[in-house]
């Protein structure tokens, strides 16, 4: 039972690359969530969706998109990245309490 | 504003002692509140549960508390243990929040042997 899985697990950005952050999960939750983590400033949320085929905003979704593909499958997409978004990103899955993936730790340089 | 709050400074105490961290929050009308521990590098990891009907909820040497009066929630690590050693989180859900949570920045906690 792998919980929350996502990928990648590092990356580097040039400003301006997009990207893909993948997220999938195998608990069978409704709910999934993309937070970003910043020092000082905790988890903010990104992105929500309560359930396949519906997203909402979060905290924090300006440069950001995301996708519901199916029920397991909840991703994150960088346009256009900035420096700002340095950060490491987590994807949750709830029901109750959240469960979390190991992160993302993304640098845009 | 809607804010929670979590004591930045963090908790320094000996083994076997108890610690206990604070979460306040304002502007909410919350429907439970949840504890994480997160560990350098790892994503969080939920705790406890406890609802905005309920006073006191314990899980092994965890004990929580919610007063909706004083907007507050008290965190309890009995009988600490260096393996304790942790950054805990506090997350609150509220009624008109349609599902989405927001976190405090969280408190470190250090135990030393």
């Known amino acids: 039972n792998a919980g929350v899985t996502q990928t990648p697990k590092f990356q580097v950005l040039k400003t301006g690359q997009s990207m893909t952050l993948q997220c999938a999960q195998d608990?069978?939750?409704?709910?999934m969530y993309w937070y970003r983590q910043d020092p000082g400033m905790g988890l903010r949320l990104i992105y929500y969706?309560?359930?396949?085929?519906?997203?909402d905003k979060g905290e924090v979704p300006n440069g950001y998109n995301v996708s519901r593909l199916n029920k397991r499958e909840f991703s994150l997409r960088l346009e256009s990245a900035a420096p700002s978004q340095t950060s490491v990103y987590f994807c949750?899955?709830?029901?109750?309490?959240?469960?979390f993936g190991q992160g993302t730790r993304l640098t845009v340089v | 504003s809607q804010k929670i709050e979590q004591n930045s400074e963090a908790l320094n105490i000996q083994e076997g002692k108890t610690a206990t961290l604070t979460c306040n929050y304002t502007n909410y009308s919350p429907a439970y509140l949840q504890w994480y521990r997160q560990d350098p590098g790892r994503g969080p990891v939920f705790l406890l549960l406890?609802?905005?009907?309920?006073k006191e909820k314990r899980k092994e040497r965890l004990k929580v508390t919610f007063d909706t009066t004083l907007k507050q929630s008290l965190f309890h690590i009995t009988a600490s243990q260096p393996a304790d050693s942790a950054t805990y989180l506090c997350?609150?859900?509220?009624?008109?929040?349609?599902?989405?949570?927001?976190f405090g920045a969280g408190t470190q906690v250090v135990v030393t042997p």
């Open positions: 969706s309560a359930s396949e085929g519906t997203t």
């Open positions: 608990m069978n939750h409704n709910s």
């Open positions: 949750a899955s709830k029901t109750g309490g959240a469960f």
């Open positions: 997350a609150l859900l509220t009624t008109d929040s349609w599902g989405k949570f927001q």
């Open positions: 406890i609802r905005e009907n309920e």
